[in-house]
């Protein structure tokens, strides 16, 4: 008999009706919603006067819109004040569990998912979010879905859905000094390129996704969508298990051996990567895929074919970079460590190793923000926000924060800013902001220096 991927396997366990020649119905375990993305949907099922199907079954939280310092003050920004209301008002008439600003469990939707053991193997998992994806790390189907989608899940706890095509990515080699998941996930989607996974559900796999701790493998599966692909995942093992482990709202031990690929599985498409000779990896362009090793420079326009060119082209005059450019060295003018793909302990953690007796550079503002209260307490339990303030970088408040323009946490126009965030399109951090992505470790280096720094001199 023919194998199941791990993809397949949990899929078809979640049918509840196949549409014949059309989409299947999908059943939803999990169900995240934040302010930006559910009031409409809860308009809708106003309008419809309906109610949550399952309530137990969806988790809120306030994160993309909120401000990252004096939470416990009125919210000054009116539209982020009424969408903060309109969240509470929502959960309240309808028995949804809400972590608001000021509570111990709140946070950004895909930190405190799995902090709080929410997040299972082998679950399907939605959010409002792109970068839902997150989840997959536990060996779960996660994904992001529209505004509709959102009325959808909360009314019926299922979705419609066309099934993805599968692709495995295997990941080998001896990981080096100063690399981490960030410059794995950024290497991967340089080598597929943007669009290099789309209509795929990608299931990493290798000897260094086996290695990589949880916080490593939240931050490649967030980085999916970025080459592309509806969503990623990992089959979960004994790191994963050691994690969930006595969290919050966890079921205890799982019995992850059931939730893997079996040997004699087929991909629609597979792909072997090497990183051993891989370095910090730096973006120069406005999208995830224009990155290079932090000591080569960028690539020259009369490589490239004409459609790669043009593009090259467009991203060097919004960067303000030239082609064949070596990077390092470039000033910048801020630093953001956070985000749902690198703020959590293990990048706070990483931040400090760099900062601790050293000084941020007179020109250079840096915005350290934790990805949860939890997050938050447990630098604090560390040391690790006095070694930031003693560095000049103060830790802020939880938040989706610089990430995107959508609260205070903005980049002015014309100022470069290294983030750890997933996104460097253009006016992502603010209109006009140049974004370069990298991993907390060359974020924190770039912030002592003043320059887009190897963090390997400081290793």
């Known amino acids: 008999m023919k194998g199941k991927t791990l993809f397949d396997k949990i899929w078809d366990s979640h049918v509840v009706h196949s549409i014949p020649e059309g989409p299947d119905v999908l059943y939803i375990d999990r169900h995240y919603i934040h302010e930006v993305t559910s009031p409409q949907a809860f308009d809708g099922l106003g309008r419809r006067k309906v109610k949550v199907f399952r309530p137990r079954q969806t988790t809120a939280t306030a994160d993309h819109n909120v401000p990252t310092i004096n939470q416990h003050l009125e919210v000054k920004d009116l539209l982020s004040r009424t969408q903060l209301d309109k969240l509470k008002e929502n959960c309240d008439n309808h028995d949804i569990e809400l972590y608001d600003l000021n509570h111990e469990f709140n946070g950004i939707v895909h930190v405190i998912g799995p902090e709080l053991g929410y997040t299972q193997p082998g679950m399907t998992i939605v959010c409002g979010d792109s970068h839902t994806s997150t989840h997959g790390a536990f060996g779960a189907i996660a994904f992001g879905i529209g505004t509709s989608e959102v009325e959808m899940v909360l009314a019926t706890q299922t979705i419609l859905q066309y099934k993805p095509l599968r692709m495995r990515i295997n990941v080998e080699g001896t990981i080096q000094k100063g690399v981490t998941s960030k410059d794995i996930i950024l290497y991967i989607i340089q080598t597929l390129g943007v669009d290099g996974s789309t209509g795929y559900f990608v299931e990493y796999a290798g000897s260094v996704i086996r290695s990589m701790s949880m916080e490593g493998r939240m931050t490649v599966c967030n980085m999916s969508i970025e080459m592309g692909a509806r969503g990623g995942l990992i089959a979960p093992d004994g790191i994963t298990e050691k994690y969930i482990k006595n969290r919050q709202f966890s079921k205890g031990k799982i019995d992850y051996i059931d939730y893997k690929t079996d040997d004699n599985a087929t991909f629609d498409k597979e792909v072997s990567i090497d990183i051993s000779t891989l370095e910090p990896i730096v973006t120069y362009g406005t999208n995830p895929a224009m990155s290079i090793p932090i000591s080569k420079g960028i690539p020259k326009l009369e490589n490239l074919n004409e459609n790669d060119r043009e593009s090259l082209s467009k991203s060097l005059r919004y960067m303000g970079f030239r082609s064949g450019q070596r990077i390092e060295g470039e000033k910048v003018s801020y630093i953001f460590i956070g985000s749902c793909t ?76 290294i983030a750890t965030s997933n996104r460097n399109f253009e006016g992502r951090q603010g209109v006009g902001a140049k974004t370069i992505l990298s991993s907390p470790l060359t974020a924190a280096a770039s912030a002592v220096t003043g320059i887009i720094t190897d963090p390997r001199v400081f290793l």
């Open 342 to 417: 690198n703020g959590r302990i293990e990048d706070l953690r990483d931040a400090a190793k760099i900062l601790k007796g050293r000084k941020v550079a007179d020109n250079v503002t840096v915005w350290i923000v934790p990805g949860s209260n939890q997050v938050a307490l447990q630098a604090k339990q560390e040391g690790l926000d006095k070694i930031f303030s003693d560095a000049g970088a103060a830790m802020r408040q939880p938040g989706c924060s610089a990430c995107l323009a959508m609260n205070d946490d903005k980049v002015p126009a014309g100022e470069i800013c």
